[in-house]
Each structure stands twice: as C-alpha cells, then as structure tokens.
C-alpha cells in the first residue's frame, strides 16, 4: 500500500521569517507537511532563540513558533551565499518573509527577482501595514498594527489609557491569515500554474477583528463613538466578566436567551422588569444588572457551582480561567489543544496545538526543532545535491554557519 502523503507534503517553502507572524505561517505550513527552511544568519539565530525559558541554548519560544521547520544558517552578506539561495528557487514553491517593506528586494530576493527565475513561485511577505500605502514604511509589531487599526482604543477600562493585551493576538491572527492565503495560491497555482505575491499586513488582519464598529462609525460619523467598556460589553448586555466568590465568571447572552438566566437565578420577575427588558434597557442598566448578578454568584461557595446551575439551564458562560487553569483542562488535553512536548534539557512541557483539526491527519506528534544549521548538509545535498566536500568548503569560506547543538525530537503529544 503506497505511503499516504501528509496535505502538503512534496511543497517545499524557503522561511526568512523571524519573531512570531511570518513564523507562524510557516509553521503551520510545516505541520501540514511543506518541507520549511528557515533561514538564519547568525549563530545566534532569530531573535526568539533568547526568548521564553532558555536553558543550553535553548529556548522554548523558539520550539513553540518554529518547530516542524529545518534551519539552513547563511552569512547573507557573502555572495556565495546569495548565489545558494537563488539556485534553489527553481525548487522552492513558497517564499515567506517579514522583513521592513524593501529589506527582501534590498537583500535580492524580491519577488520581481524570483519570479523571473521560477515563474510559479508563491511569496508571501507579511508586515505591519503592508508593502504599499502611506504607512508602508514603517517597521513594526503586534501592537502596532492594535494601536493603527483603532482596536486597542476599544481594549480597557473606560476612565484610563488602553490596556495592551499580553498575548500576541495580531502576529498569530495575521501568521494563520497568511498561511491560509498561501493555501490558497497554491490551489489556484494548481488550476493555472501561475505563481503570485501576498501582502499581508498586521493592520489589515486586526481591522478585519471589528465586527460591529466600522459600519455604523461610517454611517454616523461624529454621533456614534465607541467606548471602552472595560470589564462590561460596552454595546450588549449582558456580556462581561463578573465576579464569584473565587474568581470569575464570563457571561454572555442575546436576546432570546435572556429567559434562560432568569429561570437559572430563580428570578422569573426580572423577565418583567423595564430596567432588563430589551439589549438597550439592559446597556443603560449595565451597573444595575451586575450588582443583582454578583449578589447571586455570592450565595454559591465556589465559581464552579454557580457555572453547574447556568450549564443546566444553557445559559452562555464560562470561568475566566487563568493559564494554568486552561492548560489543565481534560479538553484540551483531549482535544490536542494542549501538546507535550521534549526538548533537550528544557525536560518536558507543554506547547498550543493547531487552531483546527482534520479528519483524515490528527495534529503531528513528531515535532522537532532544529539548532542553528543543524541541517545545512541535509539540505544543500537534497535541494543542490551538494557533496560533502563542496560542503566542508562552503564551511571553510564561513559561507556556512553552525551551532553545536543538534536537532531534538519531541516526545508525541498527550
């Protein structure tokens, strides 16, 4: 029985990604089963290999963003490296990059130089505002791209500055928009043989996140400003997090479902009550509302009893788990939300799985990643079939560059 190929196994995508959004992509693409090269251009490496825990040169930020992923280090200031990386073009199929607009083409593998040399290549280069427009110079992060969209204008309490989300919610948004578009071009390079670009901006993907905002801002400019609404929904209600006797409680319902709190509460009078009657009467008694709630939460001795009580009736909620809360949920666990993995003397810990799942390949359970150029060999033979002498002298010329440590394996996922 011939062996089954993982979805996109027999691509191969050349990475000169760094930090978390073009690392992202890539890794996805990886999971998926694309031969990813990353390139790095020091014996340090990316930047994220001195991130999170490290511990003898490794790091887990480094696991988590760029496992399933080979590394292939280069001195990108020799010519000679240059010259390797663009006769492997005619065997790559993807390009992804997150350099400052310019900086690939600078370095000489923009897209217009690629696509001369393999007219069916897919590159993907993803920034902060995008390769064109008015702001397209600048440089830049996760909370740049917040800041510019106006989403971290709606993120906090209503009386003080923004509050900055510690989790990069853009960078990982924007790193699976990108792979998904990657998917994409390759579908339609499939139908048509044609290759194309990707623009890919943190902007664009976290002005893509309102849901409700932008229209009605546009249609009545200067009367409708949205507000923070710091620990409440500012425009539905009930929708926010309130307080239980040990931690928290996320509530969160539409007007068909309100009868169902009240039945849980034992409340029936409050379905009557003009304070509570519709979404508006309920925003314009937001405070009123979590004081009745709260004083119900307090009559249970824990968050969980109070969530049993709403579960039966199916009313929306959830706890506000802290982290370690999450990560040891049964469900996760299950699920492959949750991984375990090993990485060398790191020992074992646990990493976020992939966003979605299939139904003909579970999440892969044999990740690794890799040292700085602890595939160089394999990789020059394989793509350029290199020997090994060409490729001790590449070393000699510090074309080349390695790191002692090897690749590690991970341990398969809980």
């Not at 909370?143 to 989403?151: D, E, K, N």
């Not at 579908?187 to 670009?197: A, D």
């Not at 982290?323 to 990485?343: F, G, L, N, W």
């Not at 992939?354 to 394999?378: C, E, I, Y």
């Amino acid at each position: 029985m011939a062996k089954k190929l993982r979805m996109l196994e027999g691509y191969r995508v050349l990475d000169f990604t760094h930090f978390v959004a073009g690392p992202t992509c890539t890794r996805i693409l990886g999971e998926m089963g694309a031969d990813v090269i990353k390139i790095e251009r020091s014996a340090s490496g990316d930047h994220v290999r001195q991130l999170g825990l490290v511990r003898d040169g490794l790091s887990t930020y480094y696991f988590q963003h760029n496992h399933s992923k080979r590394c292939l280090a280069l001195d990108l200031r020799k010519p000679r490296a240059r010259e390797l990386i663009l006769a492997m073009i005619p065997k790559i199929d993807v390009v992804v990059e997150n350099f400052a607009p310019g900086v690939i083409a600078e370095m000489g593998f923009g897209y217009h130089e690629l696509s001369k040399i393999n007219p069916g290549i897919i590159m993907c280069s993803v920034s902060v505002a995008g390769q064109t427009g008015p702001l397209s110079y600048k440089p830049g992060y996760d909370y740049l791209g917040a800041s510019l969209s106006g989403v971290l204008d709606q993120i906090g309490e209503p009386d003080r500055a923004p509050s900055v989300p510690a989790m990069a919610i853009g960078d990982v948004s924007t790193g699976v928009a990108s792979a998904m578009a990657v998917g994409f071009a390759l579908l339609n390079r499939e139908r048509t043989g044609e290759g194309q670009y990707i623009d890919a901006s943190l902007l664009d993907t976290y002005f893509h996140m309102h849901e409700l905002t932008v229209p009605v801002v546009s249609l009545r400019p200067g009367k409708f400003v949205p507000k923070r609404g710091g620990s409440l929904h500012p425009t539905g209600s009930p929708c926010g997090v309130f307080k239980a006797p040990d931690g928290y409680v996320f509530l969160i319902l539409q007007q068909h479902e309100i009868g169902r709190l009240w039945r849980a509460m034992k409340r029936p009078e409050l379905a009557e009550d003009a304070r509570f009657k519709t979404n508006r009467d309920r925003i314009k008694n937001n405070q009123e509302f979590k004081r009745i709630f709260e004083e119900w939460l307090a009559t249970f001795p824990d968050r969980d009893s109070a969530i049993k009580v709403l579960d039966a009736e199916r009313v929306p909620c959830a706890p506000v788990y802290k982290v370690e809360e999450a990560i040891a949920q049964p469900h996760m666990r299950q699920r492959k939300t949750v991984r375990r993995v090993k990485y060398g003397s790191i020992g074992e810990f646990d990493i976020p799985g992939m966003p979605v799942k299939f139904s003909t390949w579970p999440d892969r359970t044999d990740l690794k990643a890799s040292a700085v150029g602890g595939d160089n060999d394999a990789i020059l033979n394989e793509v350029l079939g290199f020997t090994p002498a060409q490729i001790a002298a590449l070393y000699q010329e510090n074309v080349l560059i390695s790191a002692p440590a090897p690749s590690l394996e991970a341990k398969p996922g809980a």
